[in-house]
């Protein structure tokens, strides 16, 4: 009679990287040898069917599996059917806290070294594959592997209409198609289609000036970076102007008189891709900006320079961070304030984005990596794998770092990777969404969601919404104008300034202001300005000249800006028709100007004798600068 061997196989499981793992097998190692082939596949109403195709091979004479266990990181799990060799097997569920138990006990009874038990587990879950607005999303969980998992393959299957994949995460998987080997499951696989997100967004601002004076202060709008372009097509009230301070933020400024609560709101559309544009990032200036300690980054602590002195590149961080700290989903309810990088290195099990975020920051600085922090919108379709940490209107926080090869500033986001399981450094993704980006002052400028009283605390102050349509329409509308008079006095240098505003939805990037005019000098003069955010302005002084005091014509000042052309007719004038502009200038100024000097050509004839006046009064002065002699 065959020795029976009962036992629970939950060595081999499919789960997330938030799960804490504990195998307690039954059976010695080497007893059994299990490969599995796991389908998933998506439908266009985003639900995943699943299933595992199971294999146990009996290494041994006489002992055989009676029962299995599977736990599906899935609570949203449905249909769940198994099948073996005679039919339909018993299946119990057990609902826990972070995912689904499954257990199965086997109607075949395989004895014998060598004898393969094969059996079927199919289920439906709503949480693999995700529409998110432009983008469809599908997230393999990671799988743990145990010492009897000999072979795990997986496939997924789409509708024809995604296209081809925009990328695969992690970037070192060299699929077939969308056929994954073992070494690729491991860490968890992220399949995305699409070529663009569009988002819109409505942002309010509470602004309260509590002193008795004017003051004059700013907020921060979404601005545009290498990964995000930005149309703003609402600012209301309109602001004095918008700028664009040394780490790119778009920042808004407003006057408020003595003791004035002023709400501003915004509206606008996002468009982010997951490649960055070495055309819109904000160009490195002064890389030691970017290396200095602040509150927060603790560059040069002693524990955070020790562990930096072992990690040489932005990868190395990445994953040290990652593995080093625990995300700690308690300290989300209890609003703990922000630790820093030195205290969560001396607690790394009670992290959120910030601490995940400010570790990273202040590791590359340490190690002579400029980086920096950007606050944001993230969107996530599971707070299990992709937590929101921040309070409630700011979302979330990750980090970036600048890639001198490459002359850009890379985005990555370690807190996700470590929660997810999924690559967030080589590939990052379409849904995070910067409100500001922290590098010069690691608490200023404040994001979208800051910015209240306290009776504003209940309000929810940022709403970010999935495009309802593909547009993304760029409208451009920009005016020049000028302070220079009408009438101009000639032989002196002439000074004016040029105010360039733009009214249109998106960022102004031409660069070339040029001022032409036919008759004063310079004739053409270029002057270089900085890109002009939406409601900014910039103002362009120049100064130009005539050639005589004396001069009197009428000319053209064309300012030239792209397409944009602005012309302001002038009148030069000679310098004694503008000096006496009180006898009402003209035939006045001149009648004045030609009495004036016939009446002193009269008046010095007239005491002419010896010598002029002039000189008489010469000899006088030289005279009584003589002292008397004694």
């Known amino acids: 009679m065959s020795k029976i061997f009962r036992f629970l196989l939950i060595n081999l499981l499919l789960v997330t990287c938030y799960l804490s793992l504990v195998t307690s097998p039954l059976f010695a190692e080497g007893e059994i040898e299990s490969s599995q082939h796991v389908l998933y596949r998506i439908t266009e109403d985003a639900k995943a069917h699943v299933t595992h195709q199971v294999k146990l091979t009996n290494l041994t004479t006489n002992y055989y599996a009676s029962e299995y266990s599977l736990f599906l990181g899935f609570k949203d799990i449905a249909d769940i059917t198994a099948f073996d060799s005679q039919g339909p097997i018993d299946v119990s569920i057990n609902e826990e806290e972070n995912g689904t138990q499954i257990h199965l006990v086997f109607n075949d009874k395989i004895v014998g070294k060598g004898k393969v038990l094969s059996f079927t587990i199919s289920y439906q879950t709503n949480e693999v594959a995700f529409r998110n607005g432009r983008i469809w999303e599908i997230d393999i969980p990671r799988i743990k592997e145990g010492p009897d998992l000999k072979d795990y393959t997986t496939s997924v299957s789409v509708p024809a209409s995604f296209g081809s994949p925009t990328y695969i995460k992690p970037s070192t998987i060299k699929s077939d198609g969308l056929n994954f080997k073992k070494e690729d499951v491991l860490k968890g696989i992220s399949i995305v289609f699409g070529e663009y997100q569009l988002f819109d967004f409505t942002l309010n601002y509470h602004l309260k000036n509590s002193r008795l004076y004017p003051v004059i202060t700013e907020i921060a709008l979404p601005p545009q970076t290498a990964y995000q372009e930005i149309l703003l097509e609402q600012l209301i009230p309109e602001p004095l102007t918008v700028y664009i301070d040394k780490d790119g933020n778009w920042l808004a400024k407003y006057r408020l008189e003595g003791l004035q609560r002023l709400d501003v709101k915004a509206q606008g559309r996002a468009r982010l891709s997951y490649i960055p544009d070495p055309a819109k990032t904000t160009p490195l200036e002064n890389p030691a ?107 979330h926080a990750w980090p970036e770092y600048y890639d001198s090869e490459k002359n850009l500033w890379i985005a990555v986001d370690p807190t996700w990777g470590n929660t997810s399981g999924i690559e967030y450094f080589d590939i990052f993704d379409f849904n995070h969404f910067a409100f500001v980006i922290k590098g010069h002052d690691s608490q200023y400028p404040s994001p979208a969601g800051s910015y209240k009283e306290p009776s504003d605390f209940a309000k929810k102050d940022v709403e970010v919404t999935f495009a309802k349509d593909n547009l993304f329409e760029e409208k451009e509308s920009i005016t020049i104008t000028t302070d220079f008079a009408k009438q101009i006095m000639a032989g002196f240098p002439i000074k004016g300034t040029f105010t360039v505003a733009n ?115 010469q000899e006088s002065k030289k005279k009584g600068s003589q002292l008397p002699k004694k």
């Open 503 to 617: 009214y249109g939805n998106m960022i102004f990037n031409e660069k070339s202001f040029q001022l032409s005019t036919q008759n004063l000098f310079p004739k053409i003069q270029k002057v270089n300005i900085n890109p002009i955010p939406p409601f900014g302005k910039t103002a362009v002084n120049v100064q130009l000249a005539s050639t005589s005091y004396f001069d009197s014509f009428a000319t053209e000042l064309v300012a030239t800006l792209g397409k944009q052309e602005f012309k302001r007719k002038i009148q030069i004038l000679p310098f004694y028709l503008v000096y006496l502009p009180w006898i009402g200038g003209g035939v006045g100024g001149i009648a004045l100007f030609t009495t004036a000097f016939v009446a002193w050509r009269l008046r010095v004839q007239r005491h002419k004798g010896p010598g002029s006046l002039r000189g008489q009064g």
């Open 289 to 395: 900006e970017y290396l200095k300690p602040q509150k927060y980054w603790e560059a040069l602590d002693p524990a955070i320079l020790e562990a930096a002195k072992k990690l040489k590149s932005p990868r190395e961080i990445y994953d040290y961070v990652v593995k080093t700290l625990k995300y700690d989903f308690s300290r989300i309810e209890k609003s703990l304030p922000r630790a820093g990088a030195a205290e969560v290195l001396s607690k790394p099990a009670s992290a959120i984005c910030m601490e995940f975020t400010d570790l990273f920051v202040a590791l590359a600085r340490a190690a002579g990596i400029p980086a920096r922090e950007v606050d944001g919108f993230a969107y996530t379709g599971n707070e299990r794998l992709r937590p929101l940490s921040l309070v409630k209107d700011i979302l």
